[in-house]
């Protein structure tokens, strides 16, 4: 179900990087950000860095929801 899937670095990112459509993929399990709130997270700027594969939650752009 792709609604149940989760946002993934493509490739390594660093602290200060954009959030966007280029740099993300969402796969299962769910372990990042939905994608129901891609267009929340879509432009934000990371907080710290993410290794190319993993998950990308809220913590890593400053929130904790």
Known sequence: DPARQ????KQA??????VQAS???FAWPCHGVET???DRLDGMKLMRD????API???DVGLDD
Do not use: F, Q, T
């Not at 989760?6 to 670095?9: K, L, Q």
């Not at 990112?13 to 954009?18: H, N, S, T, V, W």
């Open 23 to 25: 740099s993300v993929r």
């Open 36 to 38: 129901r709130d891609w």
């Open 6 to 9: 989760g946002a993934v670095a």
């Open 13 to 18: 990112l660093r602290a200060g990087d954009i």
């Open 50 to 53: 993410v290794a190319e594969g």
């Open 57 to 59: 939650g809220w913590a």
